[in-house]
């Protein structure tokens, strides 16, 4: 069994700039063959995702707007993905967002508004287009997401982010139940803490990752190519018996007390 997904076409969902986790995850798919389609949420990263997509050199990759809040442009950007290339086999999610004041001090300091965004675009997002992506997964398919720890334990400042991962989580497990009798796999990457541009602003993300460094099982940070390279591995048929499951990819750092 070979790891190539040539042939086959997945829609990345969350590329912002070279840094971002669905960029890694890019990257591992094109060089297994993959062709791509590529979402992003607003006009305000369009010129860097397309100029990121351009250095692929790969004429077959699309570029589509795709705002998770708004219900006609998911409908819509999966009609135009239809279109242009007709069955896809895989979906990777890789979107979150959360007021800044809501990720850090007190949890319990969030307010009606903030929860429901940190839910709505973090969590039920991953429902929305898990259905929409479903009606182009006619030859089966496999959904991958992104997630942490902070979802599971409690883990300072992540706040009302955690509560939103972990029903991402059971969405997770709740998708893979509904889709398994259609040859749909759902699962999710829980990734050790990245440099990326939602992770910039974190106070002390330094010490985060030195914590890592020192105390997590394999001593180092968690890179894109190693999420990347897991997220492939979900892609293929190498795991094809795998679906409802939560892949840590942090160095060990979750099995520790
Ligand atoms: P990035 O900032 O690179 O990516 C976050 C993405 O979320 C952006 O591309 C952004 O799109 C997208 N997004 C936000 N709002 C919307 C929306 N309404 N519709 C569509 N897309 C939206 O950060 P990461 O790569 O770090 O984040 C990717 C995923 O990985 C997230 O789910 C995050 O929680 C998870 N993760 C990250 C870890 C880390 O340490 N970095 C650790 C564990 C999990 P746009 O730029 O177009 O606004
Ligand atoms: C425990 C931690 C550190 C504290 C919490 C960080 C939470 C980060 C997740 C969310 C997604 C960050 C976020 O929404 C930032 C926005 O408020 C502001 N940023 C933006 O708007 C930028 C421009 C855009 C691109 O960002 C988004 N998201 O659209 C967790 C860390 C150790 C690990 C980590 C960073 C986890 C994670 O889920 O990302």
Redesign the pocket.
């Given at each position: 069994m070979q790891l190539s997904l040539q042939g086959k076409t997945y829609v990345i969902?969350?590329?912002?700039?070279k840094?971002?986790?669905?960029w890694g995850i890019a990257r591992a798919l094109h060089a297994a063959g993959a062709r791509l389609i590529f979402?992003?949420?607003?006009e305000?990263?369009e010129n860097e995702?397309k100029k990121l997509v351009a250095t692929l050199e790969d004429d077959t990759a699309l570029v589509l707007p795709?705002?998770?809040?708004k219900d006609e442009e998911i409908a819509s950007c999966f009609a135009q993905i239809k279109e242009k290339v007709g069955v896809i086999h895989g979906v990777a999610h890789?979107?979150?967002?959360a007021n800044k004041e809501h990720l850090e001090g007190e949890y319990m300091n969030v307010d009606r508004e903030g929860f429901l965004l940190a839910h709505n675009?973090?969590a039920y997002?991953l429902t929305a287009v898990a259905k929409a992506a479903k009606e182009l997964m006619t030859e089966g398919g496999s959904i991958v997401?992104?997630?942490?720890l902070g979802g599971e334990r409690v883990v300072q400042n992540y706040n009302v982010?955690g509560v939103a991962?972990a029903s991402l989580e059971a969405s997770v497990k709740y998708l893979a139940n509904d889709l398994g009798k259609y040859g749909i796999r759902v699962n999710a990457i829980?990734?050790?803490?990245?440099?990326?541009?939602?992770?910039k602003g974190v106070g002390d993300f330094n010490s985060i990752l030195k914590e890592i460094e020192e105390r997590a099982p394999l001593r180092r940070t968690t890179t894109q190519e190693e999420v990347g390279d897991t997220a492939l591995f979900l892609f293929s048929d190498l795991s094809r018996g795998v679906t409802g499951e939560i892949i840590h990819v942090d160095s060990g750092y979750h099995i520790l007390a």
């Open positions: 969902m969350g590329v912002a700039n840094r971002s986790i669905a979402t992003y949420a607003g305000r990263f995702v795709c705002d998770v809040t890789c979107i979150a967002f675009i973090s997002s997401t992104l997630t942490y982010m991962k829980s990734a050790g803490p990245i440099r990326t541009l939602s992770a």
